[in-house]
């Protein structure tokens, strides 16, 4: 059974940063691309960063473009989300997916607040 499961996630101060983690299974992780999304209260839920298979190759949303960064570990089967720089606007619960296989875990939540 395809499963994500989100870690890492909490309150930060504007500035600070957080890692979040997904631990993937019930594929074989290496051969996916995989993604990170996030849902703010009241808005759709929205891509914010992908990642190869190989993690050779990452894209970004705009509006976190060089303050996050998408990593892999295709050992671990785990895709990692370090995020620098948080703005409140940052504020959401956290997912992570391969776009076409599995179903959505329960995320984590993220909060960027003084």
């Known amino acids: 059974q395809v499963q994500f499961v989100e870690s890492g996630g909490g309150l930060v101060q504007p500035g600070g940063s957080l890692r979040l983690s997904c631990a993937a299974s019930?594929?074989?992780?290496?051969?996916?691309?995989m993604n990170w999304y996030r849902q703010a209260p009241g808005k759709e839920r929205e891509l914010v960063a992908g990642?190869?298979?190989?993690?050779?190759?990452?894209n970004y949303a705009d509006s976190v473009k060089g303050r996050f960064t998408i990593s892999r570990d295709n050992v671990k089967n785990t895709v990692y989300l370090q995020m620098n720089s948080l703005k409140p606007e940052d504020t959401a619960v956290y997912y992570c997916?391969?776009?076409?296989?599995?179903?959505w875990g329960q995320g984590t939540q993220v909060t960027v607040s003084s």
């Open positions: 997916k391969q776009p076409i296989i599995g179903r």
């Open positions: 019930g594929f074989i992780f290496r051969s996916y691309a």
């Open positions: 990642i190869s298979s190989t993690g050779g190759t990452t």
